[in-house]
């Protein structure tokens, strides 16, 4: 069975350029979770929709990122617009039901903002 | 409110030795407690999760970790570190819609 879906795996982008960051959670999976992790904060969690619904967004940092997940296998987490100090590596995550199942995680995607 | 403290970001043992990685978490209602192990360059998978029961879990690899109430604490241990155990480990803590992790320590084993 494939895992947890990330794209891309690694992206360049310039300051002030928009960023689209996508997930494929795993089938049949209900719950799915947009982590941020860098040296200087550790690992930290963006937000946390289940059954597509934003349950836990207190995360985000700020205007510049939304997340959306308009179905079942599909969720986009977007900064606009990027700065430097969004450089970071950005995980998803999805787990059966809830919170308190075990999570699967992607690979990442490495973002390096210019 | 909850969080998650995890004692040493660095732990650096010799391979054949015991492995020891604190935990500690705040909790006003029962928690469920995990680790989660990081290899370089990959995302996080599961070690081991305490939900209710017993409270010695037994993990992959080796790995256990004992849940104790009195002491708020959920230490990982391992009797025999491999070089392969060289990771970055991570606690977390949930209760329904929240999760929190712990800022991680990084594992070297010596040869």
């Known amino acids: 069975d494939a895992g947890v879906i990330q794209s891309p795996r690694h992206e360049v982008t310039e300051m002030g350029q928009e960023v689209t960051l996508r997930c494929k959670p795993i089938s049949g999976h209900n719950s799915l979770f947009w982590y941020r992790q860098t040296m200087m904060r550790g690992l930290e969690l963006l937000i946390y929709f289940n059954n597509n619904v934003p349950i836990d967004d207190s995360g985000m940092p700020e205007d510049r990122f939304s997340a959306k997940m308009p179905n079942a296998s599909f969720s986009t987490l977007k900064i606009q617009p990027s700065e430097p100090r969004d450089s970071a590596v950005y995980f998803c995550?999805?787990?059966?039901?809830?919170?308190?199942?075990?999570?699967?995680f992607g690979p990442g995607t490495r973002l390096t903002v210019l | 409110a909850q969080s998650v403290t995890q004692l040493g970001s660095h732990v650096s043992v010799s391979e054949g030795a015991l492995v020891l990685l604190r935990c500690n978490y705040s909790s006003s209602v029962p928690p469920y407690l995990f680790w989660y192990v990081q290899y370089p360059n990959q995302g996080l998978q599961l070690l081991l999760k305490?939900?209710?029961?017993?409270?010695l879990v037994k993990g992959i690899n080796g790995f256990e970790a004992e849940f104790k109430k009195s002491e708020t604490s959920f230490h990982l241990t391992k009797p025999s570190a491999h070089m392969s155990d060289a990771a970055e480990y991570f606690c977390?803590?949930?209760?329904?819609?929240?999760?929190?992790f712990g800022s991680g320590t990084k594992l070297n084993v010596k040869p």
């Open positions: 995550a999805s787990a059966p039901f809830q919170a308190t199942d075990t999570q699967y």
């Open positions: 305490y939900t209710t029961g017993a409270t």
């Open positions: 977390a803590v949930t209760n329904f819609n929240k999760f929190y």
